[in-house]
């Protein structure tokens, strides 16, 4: 079995697993993104008549690939490594992005021409990468602090003798989980990877094609 189809049959495995995890993170991630949407939809005739008049109606394209996947995968390391306090990083970090996404849909439906189905239609090209990205990421630091948790927990249980008995001892019984932590983050990383440069190249000439702006 080569390396590529172990890494998949893990992967697979992983998804599997947790999937009720993925779903709980999808979901809130989707409940944040729809409620900061609607509740700031009101307030944005403000925010809007304090910007520049040279404001441009469309999304910025002129952020690089390379600018792009540096700041989504230094952005996902730091979440996953923060994650060992609890997981709390993980949780915050994607209602932090629903929320952020939901505000900026808010603002720009009132500033593209063709309103909310321009922003919704520019964000699904990328964002179906980026955003999975962003949940199976989260998944990964719950599942890095669950790690930890038992790993601590079976540790201090164990009857073994010495401090290296007990170390692999603990490592043993909970490495599925930490090897899934680490599948999952590997994956969320190629998910990033494939998102920036649809997001720098695609996003906003095919939403643009799509609705003849």
Known sequence: MNSITKF???????????????????????VSFALAWALSSGGMDTVINSLPASTDSTVNDTVTVTELLIQNERGGIMTYIASIFFGIAAVVGLIYNGVNLGLMGALLSNIM????????????????????????????GILLFLFIWKFVKTFIKSEKSGFKEKILSSYEENKKIIIQSLILMVF???LLLIAAPIEAYVSVPLSELILGV
Request: no cysteine; net charge positive; aromatic share 10%.
């Open 188 to 190: 969320g990383a190629i």
């Open 8 to 30: 998949k049959d893990l992967l697979i495995e992983s998804l599997k697993q947790n999937k009720k995890l993925i779903l709980v993170l999808y979901i809130l991630f989707i």
């Open 113 to 140: 021409p063709k309103g909310g189905i321009q922003y919704i239609t520019y964000l699904i090209p990328h964002g179906i990468f980026e955003i999975t990205a962003l949940v199976i990421q989260s998944a990964a």
